[in-house]
């Protein structure tokens, strides 16, 4: 068996190793679980939500370590880490009332009782990226479970530290042996057992568009269940009517944050061009301002990329680019030991550069005018992507308008919040397929048995 270092990102030291499983493990882990998920849905709806609840407050007493785990894991700034943590515990309360609430319908028809059922997949295959370890991990198994299947869970090789421990938190918490099962692996390996395994009912993948096309070539020969969230490269619109002070000041963050590696990350500003030079001169100041630093430190914003292949492959699309990129302003970066970048905008000269349609995935985000309300939704959907985007304007007209017209599963409007476990998230067009959290996640765990009783 091989194993992988954890590398801390920020000191380059060494945290842990981590055995990397095979097929044959993964076989195993699948058929236990095949076994376990029998009894899991047959538990009573309630008992199911308690032990939900249970898991909850577990991983509730355990966020200091499961954040700190994840600082010297993958970088996470504190605040982030902690906040990653919590979110687990919050999606595992809001799908525990689920069990109790998995409502069927009775439909009216001539000669009988006619009920729909929600019944269970079965064994739900969960594969992670580095990104966001933790959250993504319980946006999928949390309405899994609730909805009573068994879950595979694999982390990302460069991440598996918080995902291992989530899984021994679930055992403490008294949800079955075998429930959750969490496979560290590469992904050709474990990932690729889940798509080819045939006691795996659905794959629930969140990576790359590359490898999210090669899972659902995979899943076509078992009309296997995916759901897949994918790259993104998503626009803050900015229009002359915004409040453009507020909108510079957000909008460092919007690209920076988890150093930029988010799906959802703000990457393409388009600024009205009767505004662009208010809002660089402003935006310049707040990017400047951006304190990267140690990210166990409480006052840090942005810490170090989760590796150094991570912080090459973002070189290459500035420093070692084939084409000449023009270099706005950049924020700061510590020097020596770790993996840092620092915050960089770029002004691309049209559409058609690579740093304005590539999904970078570090801190660098691009900035480009455009006219006219019209204009701005046409920059705005010339990319394959549509997962996230930004509008900030005070009319509130324009801001329905762009709302409906931009193409992405995700908008927000004088904010960039755009990720809640209550509500749906996904992408349009080659950002994915389905919808993850919110009330209706829970449908794609769950096939719908329609049953006729004569009467
Ligand atoms: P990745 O696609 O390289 O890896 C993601 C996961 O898939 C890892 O666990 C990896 O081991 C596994 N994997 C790799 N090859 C596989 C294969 N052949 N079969 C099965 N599994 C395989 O992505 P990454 O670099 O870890 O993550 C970054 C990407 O994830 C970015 O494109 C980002 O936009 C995307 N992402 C999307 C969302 C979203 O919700 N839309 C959220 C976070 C990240």
Redesign the pocket.
Known sequence: MSTHDVINPATEERVDAVDLLGVDETDEAIAAATVAQRTWAALAPADRGRLMRRFADVVDGHIDELARLEIANSGHTLGNATGEASNVRDVLHYYSAAPERLLGQQIPVAGGLDVTFKEPLGVVGI??????PMP?AGWGLAPALAAGNAVVL?????TPLTAIRLGELAREAGIPEHVLTILP????V???R??THPDVAK?C????????Q??MR?AADRIKRITL????KSANIVFEDADIAAAAAAAPMAAFDNAG????ARSRILVQRSVLDSFMERFETAVKDIVVDDPALGGTQMGPLVSSG?REAVRGFVEDAHEDVDIAFRGSAPQGAGWWYPPTVVLPTGTQDRIWRE?I?GPVVAVLPFDDEEDAIAKANDTDYG?SGSIFTQDVGRAIRVSRAVEAGNLSVNSHASVRYSTP???FKQ??LGR?LGPDALDSFTEIKNVFIAT
């Open positions: 594969i992670v990226p580095w990104n966001f993504i694999k982390p990302a090789e460069l692996g590469k992904g050709s474990v990932g690729e889940f798509v794959v993948f969140t990576g790359s568009t590359a490898v999210g090669r899972i995979g969230e994918l790259g993104g590696q988010d799906c959802c991570q999904e995935f997962l998230f996904g992408g950002s994915g993850e």
